[in-house]
């Protein structure tokens, strides 16, 4: 594999839906590219961060459709590769943690078994081989006992563990890219910590692309290395995690204007005001 270009190139992304109403547009013209870095995308509820994620793995079930001019994965074409193909990738080269992940764990299997089929699914090793590893990225995650957990079932765990679980599972096949759509919305604020630390060492020790998707901008802001903001389907603005206080669009500034800072409490935050021409303006392309 050649570390020339980057991971991810994502070019005038849409997804569609057909419905007796019409065509509703979910993703509308999202260009972004991915290297080995951590990518935050914000937006509030209904703004296509989940989509957009979903559509970079094909998720997209009729009557809901994806086109793009470009899309493609460390060169591969994705958008024309078949569907035999697409089960290869998924989860060997590009995983996606799923909000509320515990809940995508089979609740009649146990954790171990399903580490070892999401393994070998995408590699050619004995069962003994696929425990082994499975207990290792268990222990990878902070999960104590890893033994002891492998052989319990969803239901048995915490939320937090739940989380590390299938950042395990997801991350056994090695991954070149990791989606994170929300993983840390249901965790109190030290499992928060607890998981962001996780991921972050995962990225930096495997050289991996992270694709963050949340609601929390001071979360992401924190986090990542460079944000991209959507509205109503399109990206507003994308800008370094760093510079994001010399944000310039109006929806930008009125989602940092209606977050509460601790430092300089206000006795009213902000209301976000939205202008119908957000919605219509040219979509900002987040290539690199």
């Not at 013209?29 to 957009?52: A, D, P, Q, Y």
């Not at 470009?70 to 909000?99: N, P, V, Y």
């Not at 590699?123 to 590893?133: L, S």
């Not at 760093?242 to 209606?258: D, F, I, V, W």
Request: glycine share 8%; charged share 25%; net charge neutral.
């Amino acid at each position: 594999m050649t570390d020339q270009g980057p991971l991810l190139d994502v070019e005038n992304l849409w997804v569609r839906f057909r419905s007796r109403a019409g065509m509703f547009e979910a993703v509308r013209g999202v260009s972004f590219t991915l290297g080995r870095e951590r990518l935050g995308i914000v937006g509030e509820s209904g703004s296509g961060k989940s989509m957009t994620g979903r559509a970079l793995l094909r998720l997209i079930r009729p009557p809901g459709f994806v086109e793009a001019d470009r899309m493609s994965l460390h060169g591969e074409d994705i958008l024309q590769a078949s569907e035999t193909r697409m089960r290869q990738l998924r989860g060997g080269r590009i995983s996606m943690i799923m909000q509320d992940p515990k809940f995508s764990l089979n609740p009649v299997m146990t954790v171990g078994q399903q580490m070892v089929e999401a393994l070998r699914a995408h590699e050619k090793v004995t069962k003994a081989q696929a425990r082994t590893r499975a207990i290792e990225m268990l222990d990878e995650v902070a999960i104590r006992e890893p033994e002891r957990v492998y052989d319990l079932y969803p239901h048995e765990v915490s939320g937090g563990m739940g989380q590390r679980i299938m950042i395990a599972m997801m991350l056994l096949p090695n991954p070149e890219i990791l989606i994170a759509d929300e993983p840390t919305s249901a965790l109190d604020v030290s499992v928060q910590l607890q998981v962001l630390d996780i991921m972050d060492k995962l990225v930096r020790d495997r050289g991996m692309g992270l694709i963050f998707i949340s609601h929390d901008l001071n979360l992401v802001a924190k986090f990542c290395d460079r944000i991209v903001i959507m509205y109503a389907g399109r990206i507003v603005e994308t800008c370094k995690a760093s510079e994001l206080r010399q944000a310039k669009h109006p929806y930008t500034l009125g989602l940092l204007n209606s977050v509460p800072d601790l430092e300089h409490p206000r006795e009213r935050l902000d209301v976000l005001a939205r202008d119908p021409a957000w919605r219509e303006a040219p979509s900002v392309s987040a290539r690199q």
